[in-house]
């Protein structure tokens, strides 16, 4: 037989010699949860192994993660309701939560890249990514202004990156400019472009106290039946200055992670969001599949076009690489 593709398979050194994606741990960016108190450090239940964190956790937190050689860390602040309020103000306080996050970080280890999710959600008493007018819709262009405000009062708290999660349309545009005009010319922004109202969401909700209160945000996320729709998002956003795409959720969309990396040339990445992540965990614990379908599910997202991946999997994964 002329062709026999097995023989390339044959031992485990050609199966290295032939294989095509890997994992490098500079790729993997990990989620933490800033919650205000003391000495907390709380495992979420619907997140096995991921947990809240107060600020004095995190030091030792970094420290772990440096360990590992894990460089990139994305911050979401958890507030409780008496902190919130229709404005999210709370959000761009120069002493708020995340923003001491920040400081904390960096006071433990300046070469970590600080990258914080700038959004709403977190901060309103409604829980909606955008402030609304009086008949409870989405107020686009007013969100707009707030939305600056956190962006330039994290990257005055020595953020590195900002990462807007909104889905607000103009942001990146207004964003960028906002950041240009109080002297962050140069911090970089990481879109969440392509961003589907998904149910994987879930757990998170959870985790971050940021389910909104009535209604949904398929106002502002994308429809997940939609695929040339990712692609004009991503394009807008290429226009109004982003430095990196997102694509969330990661699993059930991988075709739209393949287009947009066929279509544009900017640094990808890929969201592998909570419910992909308990998911795989819950299957993994009742012994229904085995642990290498983590290295296999965060391969395949890179496999698609995904330059790096967020991760709750970011500490495990680093683990497995150092072996
Ligand atoms: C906030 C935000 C969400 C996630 C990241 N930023 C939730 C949402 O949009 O409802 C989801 C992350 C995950 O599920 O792991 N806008
Ligand atoms: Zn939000």
Redesign the pocket.
């Known amino acids: 037989m002329r062709h026999r593709p097995r023989r390339l398979r044959r031992t485990a050194a050609i199966r290295n010699l032939v294989r095509e994606t890997r994992l490098h741990v500079s790729e993997l960016i990990y ?1 933490l949860f800033i919650v205000e108190g003391h000495q907390i450090k709380k495992e979420m239940p619907t997140l096995p192994g991921v947990y809240q964190l107060s600020i004095d956790q995190l030091a030792k937190e970094v420290q772990e993660l440096q360990a590992l050689n894990i460089e990139h860390v994305l911050l ?1 602040g958890v507030l409780e309701a008496d902190e919130k309020d229709a404005h999210g103000s709370a959000a761009y306080q120069p002493e708020g939560l995340v923003q001491r996050a920040i400081r904390a970080i960096k006071m433990q280890a300046l070469d970590m890249n600080v990258i914080t ?1 700038v ?1 709403l ?2 901060y309103t008493s409604h829980g909606h ?1 955008g402030v609304l007018t009086d008949e409870q819709a989405i107020d686009n262009d007013a969100s707009l202004e707030i939305l600056a405000k956190i962006a330039v009062s994290h990257a005055r708290a020595g953020a590195d990156i900002i990462a807007p ?2 889905m607000m349309d103009g942001r990146i545009g207004h964003l960028r400019q906002a950041l240009d005009a109080s002297g962050y010319a140069e911090i970089a922004m990481m879109s ?1 472009s392509v ?1 589907y109202a998904s149910n ?6 959870e985790a ?1 106290k ?2 909104p209160s009535s209604g949904d ?1 398929k106002t502002y ?1 994308m429809d997940y039946a939609n695929g040339a729709e990712s692609l004009k998002e991503a394009q807008l956003d290429i226009d109004e200055g982003a430095d990196f795409l997102m694509v ?2 990661a699993l059930s969309y991988l075709d739209i992670i393949y287009r947009v990396k066929e279509k544009t040339a900017m640094p990808l990445v890929a ?1 592998h ?3 992909e ?1 308990a998911m795989l965990k819950m299957a993994i614990k009742e012994g229904i599949l085995a642990e290498d379908a983590m290295m296999e599910t965060i391969i395949s997202i890179k496999r698609a076009g995904a330059d790096r991946i967020i991760t ?1 999997l970011a500490k495990e994964l680093a683990r497995k690489l150092q072996t």
């Open positions: 989620p979401f999710d959004c959600c977190e990514c999660s909104d969440y961003k994987f969401y879930g757990p998170f909700r971050a940021c389910a945000r996320q969330k959720p969201y969001t909570s419910g992540y709750y």
